[in-house]
């Protein structure tokens, strides 16, 4: 009896750490995305912004899974491309593995969607602070990077927070292709007890304890954090 609960919670544990590892990687990766692209909307010109557009929407608007398929198939060939036909460091070959593209697909999926919130919360302070910023002699990036965009990340911090909660769930569809997370791990579970609902719920509570906590730790941070009398719309 104790080697197959062993067993259970070796496979919980896995599958848990490795979709952490993957919401952790996919929300920071695609908050640096978001950043340059909100930047880059707002600052690079029509063409640029044309660019951004196009990206945001397909990545918004294609599901994850087909993102991570296409993703599992074209990244590789792409690197190798390069390596190659145009000479680039073997350095490229880390894309070609498997784990390198899921991580790579979520941050780019999750910088799309990061990309609206940073520039919303960067609008609600850009005007009144840019002007503050270049009457005490600053340069217009010294006041994006130094004055607007760290207040901006401090507003943005709750649909950030929403943002974490949308990416963990969407870890799911890693199953599809191979891959054992935390849902791929309750289905192995149910596979060897036999309990498809006792499998799923105890995977369901993990999912809602670890989404639970971070956006308690996300509030506390928002609390202390925030800027008195200005907040990002939803």
Not at 51 to 79: D, K, M, N, T, W
Not at 91 to 106: C, E, K, Q
Not at 205 to 220: C, E, P, Q, R, S
Request: hydrophobic share 50%.
């Amino acid at each position: 009896m104790l080697t197959p609960m062993l067993d259970i919670g070796q496979s919980l544990l896995n599958g848990f750490t490795f979709t952490v590892e993957l919401t952790i990687i996919g929300i920071f990766g695609g908050l640096g995305i978001g950043i340059l692209l909100a930047i880059g909307d707002m600052y690079g010109g029509r063409l640029v912004s044309a660019l951004i557009r196009v990206y945001v929407e397909i990545f918004r608007g294609s599901p994850i899974i087909v993102q991570l398929f296409i993703g599992q198939y074209a990244i590789p060939q792409l690197a190798q491309f390069l390596i190659v036909h145009y000479g680039l460091p073997s350095f490229f070959l880390v894309a070609m593995n498997p784990y390198v593209t899921i991580f790579l697909v979520f941050a780019l999926n999750s910088g799309a969607y990061q990309k609206g919130y940073i520039k919303g919360a960067m609008e609600t302070v850009f005007e009144d602070q840019m002007m503050a910023g270049l009457s005490v002699g600053m340069s217009k990036a010294q006041t994006v990077f130094f004055i607007i965009l760290p207040q901006a990340l401090r507003i943005v911090i709750p649909a950030w927070s929403n943002e974490f909660c949308s990416l963990t769930k969407s870890t799911s569809a890693v199953a599809l292709i191979g891959f054992t997370d935390l849902t791929m791990a309750g289905k192995d579970i149910a596979g060897l007890t036999y309990d498809v609902i006792g499998a799923y719920s105890l995977v369901a509570v993990i999912y809602l304890g670890w989404i639970t906590l971070f956006t308690k730790i996300a509030d506390v941070i928002y609390e202390k954090k925030k800027i008195p009398g200005i907040e990002l719309s939803a």
